[in-house]
């Protein structure tokens, strides 16, 4: 399955915090690889350089600079998950994309009252977002773990 970053922030002692589009969030321990690969060893050298970690564009890992990445994958195969009070929430255009669908479909089911508003999905300012719950209840798996 494909895990899409949306957010990274640089936590003490070379860790990061990395939240995922389908609303998981882990930990990552970049330590280890300071000794497995020599180019990482220049992030133990540098504070300033990892805590200046930024999501790779398209959301396919994150960066660095132009020498040093992690991808999606590895990040979520080799991260902690956590809890926290926002597992499982998405935005909007993120379960779209991830289930396929148009926003427009999801505005309409909590319309005609398919997702309920305020329990299956609620709108934040301008931002809706809605439960990995409520998605996989009314529109099944995602796409990416049907393939």
């Keep these: 399955m494909f895990h899409k970053v949306k957010a990274v922030s640089a936590l003490p002692d070379f860790r990061l915090s990395v939240q995922f589009a389908e609303g998981v969030t882990k930990i990552y321990n970049v330590e280890p690889l300071f000794s ?3 180019s990482f060893k220049e992030l133990e050298e540098s504070p300033e350089l990892f805590s200046n970690v930024e999501v790779d564009m398209g959301g396919y890992g994150i960066i660095w600079n132009d ?3 992690l991808s999606c994958d590895e ?3 080799n991260g902690e998950t956590i809890k926290t009070p ?3 929430l998405m935005a909007f255009t993120d379960a779209t994309e ?3 669908l148009n926003e427009s479909t999801l505005r309409k089911a909590i319309s005609y009252g398919k997702l309920i508003n305020g329990v299956d999905a609620c709108k934040y300012g301008k931002q809706w977002v809605i439960s990995a719950e409520a998605m996989r209840r009314e529109y099944g798996l995602p796409k990416s773990e049907t393939a």
């Design 36 to 38: 497995k690969w020599r």
């Design 86 to 88: 926002f597992d499982g």
């Design 75 to 77: 990040l979520f195969a």
């Design 98 to 100: 991830l289930w396929g």
């Design 67 to 69: 020498e040093l990445d």
